[in-house]
């Protein structure tokens, strides 16, 4: 059973602060990972995706990588209280190109 | 990103009758679609993936003489449920993923959801 694994939280943070989420996946050939942000009675919005090791960042947003780890992570700077959500890590199953979603981590910024 | 709709966005229906759910992606062809479930507090479950002009592959357990896929162009994909019962009642929610992206990044944007409530 090739799993996604997240802490659900909550995780809280004040507002400026940077927010940390992690993920582990056990499916060594998985090659794309995504974090979605699904807001309470929402459907999940793409945030980012990464593919290669290292670090990608878009705006506030940093995910990282490492494959040999299996770990992803997702940096989230200055953290507002609209980014309060709950923040999906899903990865590709590598023979069907299916995603698989963690359970989700609810993130609180406090003001 | 990729736009893709869903309709409608809830919808109420008596025990014992049939409810279709349309899923359109908007700016892009889409050859493979997928739906999903989602109860309260839960992460998404992957129903079945829908792949034009051929039938839907369903996944364990999801009973594909209730939940059935038609995807019968590569912009719209539909999901009847019929028979409903009161536990079919969740929040359904399909994806699409966008053929433009790299092969190997299999992106999926996902519609808005359509809130089933079965009375």
């Known amino acids: 059973q090739k799993e996604v694994e997240q802490n659900s939280g909550p995780l809280s943070v004040p507002e400026g602060a940077i927010a940390s989420l992690n993920c582990t996946y056990s499916?060594?050939?998985?090659?794309?990972f995504f974090w979605y942000r699904q807001y309470s009675g929402k459907s999940p919005e793409l945030i980012m995706f990464i593919y290669s090791n290292g670090d990608k960042e878009d705006g506030r947003f940093t995910a990282q990588l490492n494959k040999a780890s299996q770990y992803v992570s997702l940096l989230i700077r200055d953290s507002q209280p609209s980014d309060s959500a709950t923040y999906l890590c899903?990865?590709?199953?590598?023979?069907?190109?299916?995603?698989?979603f963690g359970q989700g981590t609810t993130l609180q910024v406090k003001p | 990103g990729a736009v893709v709709s869903q309709h409608p966005s809830w919808v109420i229906c008596k025990s014992g009758t049939s409810v279709k759910i349309e899923c359109r992606s908007l700016d892009f062809q889409a050859t493979t679609m997928f739906w999903y479930r989602q109860f309260p507090k839960q992460s998404l479950m992957l129903m079945a993936t829908s792949n034009e002009g051929s039938k839907a592959t369903y996944e364990q357990g999801v009973e594909k003489d209730k939940f059935l896929i038609n995807h019968a162009s590569l912009t719209l994909s539909t999901l009847t449920v019929t028979s409903a019962h009161p536990e079919d009642s969740s929040f359904y929610i399909c994806?699409?993923?966008?053929?433009?992206?790299?092969?190997?990044?299999?992106?999926?944007?996902f519609g808005p959801g359509t809130r089933l409530t079965v009375t």
């Open positions: 499916d060594r050939g998985s090659q794309s």
């Open positions: 899903a990865v590709n199953e590598s023979n069907t190109g299916k995603l698989i």
């Open positions: 994806s699409a993923r966008d053929p433009r992206g790299l092969a190997t990044t299999y992106e999926q944007y």
